[in-house]
Nanobody, 125 residues
């Protein structure tokens, strides 16, 4: 599976932004897809994930209520709707995919086999 993330840019504090992750390859609907972000000097951190099948959503505590993850399997695309953005949300956002994840490892980067190239989101105050 190859992943292409897009939708980043420069926004102001309080704005919204939607990121897209388009996948190529077979059986996209068999993969859990997640968004991670990495700010300068910090480790890559989990933001949200959506499972294959029923599409269970998982969120980091810091983005619950602000970010919404969704998927359109017909378009091989996963979205991350980011609302009420703050300067601390500034980072490179990556999408990632993996199969055979469960509740215990879905938030852990090392379990994801496939990664997109990242898209920069910058939030000005």
């Amino acid at each position: 599976v190859q992943l292409q993330a897009s939708g980043g840019g420069l926004v102001q504090s309080g704005d919204s932004r939607r990121l897209s992750c388009v996948a190529s390859g077979r059986a996209f609907n068999h993969y859990t897809v997640a968004w991670f972000r990495q700010a300068p000097g910090r480790e890559r951190e989990f933001q949200a994930a959506i499972s294959y099948g029923v599409g269970t959503a998982y969120y980091a505590e810091s983005v619950k209520g602000r970010f919404i993850i969704s998927r359109d399997n017909a378009k091989n695309t996963v979205y991350l709707q980011m609302n009420t953005l703050q300067p601390e949300d500034t980072a490179v956002y990556y999408c990632a995919a993996a199969s055979f994840l469960n509740d215990h490892n879905v938030t852990t980067a090392r379990y994801y086999n496939f990664w997109g190239q990242g898209t920069q989101v910058t939030v000005s105050s």
